[in-house]
């Protein structure tokens, strides 16, 4: 694809010639101006030092001529005129008496004839013709005039000084031009090349060689005007490699490098020679398709997809790698290259909540959910402050003597126009958003608030649950929140258990032991949530300082019944107490779970079979009863 606009091209090189004819006439302009000033400075230089050196033989003349004069000596009169002769320049001079009559007069051989020299220079001093030099001086005895000495010079020997000074100057001058011009041509050659390159790294991606974002705008543009011009259509298919921060966090980003070209030319070959393909971001890649049917375009991605299946050798390592792609189809999805961007955005990321290593067609309905979702996390922002997050309560039982042990709070949200919420709905969205960070820093205070209020109120000291998000483990604040919130409701820290899934805690396995480590010296008590649905092995168990572990609702709903089930939480139980920890089992709905439950050794049970979770005021209840919930175990 040829990024550049050969018209503008044209035009900016026929501008840059023009540019250059410009400069070049107008430093010649200015040479020739300066030459021409420089010779005439030079030319009245030179004259008034001919005029000078003229009077000076003038002067010395006169002072010998006074006493020839007084005498009236013709033969010493010549004699001083025939000094002359070692001036060039003079070519006649003459003495007169006081009267005017010449005494005596001197000729150069061979100087041309020229107009008798008369005492009437004694007037004017000097006169300069075009040719000729004229000057006259009195000689004086006494103080008295008794004669004059005129002599003419010829201004030969001064033009041709100028001359060899012009053509010097004019040499000079066109010599500063040549340079002139050799410098403004080398430095626009210059400037072409770096305007080249500027051009290629603005539209180029400097790791594959590929258009880059700015270009993609401008080729995507490009199309689009086609389109609407002349009719057609034409297809997007944006492109997401999954987890290949992976690669860079592992491997270096050298090597991620290296895969990005590997993947930029599998991608190539797989494409028509009119297809554009481009890097527009650091895992992204776009395809513009031009005159596509909608199953060409899934095709390609089908295409596109499969070629990324097979392994990359990259130096000594073989990786594999998948990656996610959404397409959307102009005019059909969208009306303008923002539209048709954002709609394949929306197809590529629905790929990615699917499981990745897929594509999607963009279609209505996903516009829907973005929208909806756009509009959820707006109204989150908001549902703290204007007190619409409230916390429910559920009661957590002893299978032992079947006495309450604490509760478990769990976030509400009800929206004065859309009703309750479901948790289900709105907590990924404050997880993604980052917003559960602030949200969870209020359930903590809250969750802590109540638990003093109810002990204010009499109502004994009641343990409190509070489960803990990924986003939040990676506060950097957690821990100061929790303590804060612990502190300034005046309770115990050890009624506070947070509640942590089994996948966050092995996200990051040696940050999340020194978190947990911290929150159990200043007394909280740690539990792992919905465990078995994870990948944690018993040396991991072994390292993380908990004290209880949650049998995930998932293998609770089907027992008794099924055995892989059964077999499950009989495992999980057993495993467990062997390390000294307490088994809470959540999502007991029947007395056949409970009872196999408590017969499998399960420590702590929470479900619908005793209670949904409640606001606090309709807990009390729970909360002042001293006698058992449940019937003790046999």
Wanted: glycine share 6%; proline share 4%.
């Amino acid at each position: 694809m040829s990024v550049a606009n050969p018209l503008r091209d044209a035009r900016r090189i026929r501008l840059g010639r023009w540019l250059d004819l410009a400069n070049l006439v107008t430093a010649g302009a200015a040479l020739l101006v300066a030459s021409v000033l420089l010779i005439a400075f030079q030319f009245l230089s030179l004259r008034d030092a001919m005029l000078e050196d003229v009077e000076v033989q003038a002067r010395i003349v006169s002072e010998n001529s006074v006493a020839a004069l007084l005498f009236h000596d013709v033969r010493a009169s010549n004699e001083t005129l025939s000094a002359l002769f070692a001036a060039p320049a003079v070519e006649a001079a003459a003495i007169f008496d006081a009267d005017g009559s010449t005494l005596a007069a001197f000729r150069r051989n061979g100087a041309p004839e020229g107009p008798p020299l008369a005492a009437s220079l004694l007037r004017k001093g000097h006169h300069f013709s075009a040719t000729h030099l004229e000057l006259a001086r009195a000689i004086e005895a006494d103080g008295q005039p008794i004669g004059v000495v005129a002599i003419r010079a010829s201004l030969e020997q001064l033009y041709s000084r100028l001359l060899a000074y012009g053509a010097l100057t004019l040499a000079v001058a066109l010599g500063s031009l040549a340079v002139a011009f050799l410098l403004v041509s080398r430095m626009r050659n210059l400037v072409k090349r770096t305007e080249a390159h500027l051009a290629w790294l603005a539209h180029v991606d400097s790791v594959t060689g590929l258009p880059n974002r700015h270009a993609f705008n401008d080729q995507l543009s490009t199309v689009l005007e086609k389109i609407d011009r002349f009719g057609g259509r034409a297809g997007l298919l944006l492109l997401d490699l999954d987890n290949f921060k992976m690669v860079n966090d592992t491997l270096g980003h050298h090597h991620g490098d290296l895969l990005l070209k590997l993947v930029a030319q599998r991608l190539l070959d797989c494409l028509r020679s009119g297809d554009v393909l481009c890097r527009i971001g650091g895992d992204e890649f776009a395809v513009i398709l031009e005159s596509p049917t909608t199953v060409r375009t899934e095709d390609v991605a089908e295409k596109l997809l499969a070629a990324l299946a097979a392994p990359f050798d990259v130096d000594v390592h073989e990786i594999y790698i998948t990656a996610s792609a959404g397409l959307s189809i102009y005019p059909d999805d969208a009306r303008d290259a923002e539209t048709l961007i954002r709609n394949a955005d929306t197809a590529m990321y629905q790929a990615k909540g699917k499981g990745k290593n897929g594509y999607e067609s963009f279609h209505p309905e996903l516009d829907y959910r973005v929208q909806k979702r756009l509009s959820l996390e707006t109204n989150l922002r908001k549902a703290l402050d204007r007190g619409e997050l409230t916390l429910h309560y559920q009661p957590k039982v002893s299978l032992r003597d079947g006495r309450l042990v604490g509760v478990e709070a769990l976030l509400r949200w009800h929206h004065p126009e859309l009703g309750p919420v479901s948790p289900a709905e709105f907590i990924p969205v404050a997880e993604d958003s980052g917003l559960i960070v602030p949200i969870g820093r209020w359930v903590l205070r809250q969750a802590c608030q109540q638990v003093a209020a109810w002990r204010n109120a009499g109502l004994g000291m009641v343990n409190m649950a509070v489960n803990l998000s990924a986003r939040q483990t990676r506060d950097p604040y957690l821990v100061r929140d929790i303590v804060q919130a612990v502190r300034e409701a005046g309770i115990e820290p050890g009624q506070l258990e947070l509640e942590i899934t089994e996948t966050v805690l092995m996200d990051n396995v040696h940050v999340n032991v020194d978190l947990l480590h911290r929150l159990q010296s200043e007394g909280i008590r740690l539990a792992i949530d919905d465990f078995g649905t994870g990948y944690s092995s018993m040396a991991y168990l072994k390292r993380f300082p908990i004290d209880q572990v949650k049998i995930d609702r998932t293998f609770v709903r089907d027992i008794p019944g099924d055995g892989d089930d059964e077999a499950i939480c009989v495992a999980i139980i057993a495993m467990a107490h062997s390390l000294g920890l307490s088994v809470t089992a959540e999502g007991v709905e029947t007395a056949q779970q409970l009872d196999f439950l408590r017969n499998a050794g399960c420590d702590v049970m929470q479900g619908f079979h005793l209670a949904e979770p409640r606001p606090p005021e309709q807990l009390a209840g729970f909360l002042k009863s001293r006698h058992a919930l449940l019937p003790p175990q046999k």
